[in-house]
């Protein structure tokens, strides 16, 4: 297997200029590039115009907001149609090394287990510090983690055929989380690569200093997000929490936590608790989809 082989899949929503250059340092290490447009608009000052005449990019746009669960399963039919036989999924600001395909398919090709393989994924490195970002995934054991992170996934078709593709219900935030709990209730193994590094950004956290000397990090979501994160995680432990009964305990206190920061040390924090309260309502009531505009 080469790099021939595989079809890397983006997802853009109004890229910036300098998304551009993540695109084309990804092209020459596939067969083939996808970016799936998610209802940009589409005109002069359209980013993705510079490249749509590049040999072997093919844009797909989508006119609107489908969903990022949706954009991604979008191009990983056209990849499956094209009889690619894997997939590495990319969000349009991370950026990979010169040899993170080669890279990652080897841990692919090298792993012992590689049938029971579902998702290889990478290392990921801060774009502000060049270290290794702290994995919020846990390690089942070396090697192989709980669930991982959309961006850099490597996915073999042949589990997207069997499968099926990314929840669409979810629209934004933890459908990378619900795909790899769902492969592995059916036996399969999330594989973390020690060679393949991927430059990601952590969006915009920062870092409060309690007494004590101890530290919080807070990730200053927008009130909108911070819904989505609440109902999408109720609905995912609901819906796995049979096959994972250790979710229940893990994400009730995760989600505390995470209001508990907001309300006393986030802006805008009894907004964010109303979306917050909302998400949980939404999520036991199965309340799905795109309903909130981000």
Not at 189 to 197: C, H, L, P
Request: aromatic share 10%; hydrophobic share 40%.
């Amino acid at each position: 297997m080469n790099a021939g082989e595989v079809c890397a899949v983006i997802v853009t929503f109004n890229p910036r200029p300098s998304d551009i250059d993540n695109l084309l340092r990804i092209r020459p290490q596939v067969s083939s590039l996808v970016i799936v447009d998610n209802g940009s608009p589409d005109g002069a000052q359209d980013p993705l115009g510079i490249i749509s005449s590049y040999p072997e990019i093919v844009i797909l746009r989508n006119g609107r907001n489908l969903g990022l669960p949706a954009a991604l399963n979008i191009g990983m039919h056209w990849a499956q149609d094209n009889d690619f036989e894997m997939v590495v999924l990319f969000d349009q600001d991370s950026t990979v090394t010169d040899s993170f395909v080669e890279d990652i398919l080897k841990t692919y090709r090298e792993h012992p287990r590689r049938e029971d393989v579902g998702i290889v994924a990478p290392l990921y490195v801060s774009r502000q510090t060049g270290g290794i970002m702290p994995m919020s995934p846990r390690l089942l054991k070396k090697g192989i983690l709980v669930s991982t992170m959309t961006s850099g996934a490597l996915i073999p078709i042949a589990i997207f055929k069997r499968f099926g593709g990314f929840e669409e219900q979810l629209f934004i935030d933890l459908l990378d989380y619900e795909y790899s709990l769902r492969l592995r209730s059916q036996g399969l193994i999330i594989v973390q690569s020690s060679n393949a590094r991927l430059f990601h950004g952590p969006g915009f956290p920062t870092t409060r200093k309690l007494p004590g000397g101890l530290h919080i990090t807070l990730q200053n979501h927008k009130a909108e997000r911070v819904y989505y994160f609440m109902r999408n995680r109720v609905w995912i432990t609901i819906r796995h929490g049979r096959s994972f009964p250790s979710i229940y305990f893990r994400n009730l206190i995760g989600q505390l936590y995470l209001v508990m920061t907001i309300v006393m040390f986030e802006q805008e924090g009894l907004k964010k608790l109303w979306y917050s309260l909302k998400g949980l309502k939404d999520g036991v009531l199965g309340n799905m989809g795109k309903t909130i505009d981000l």
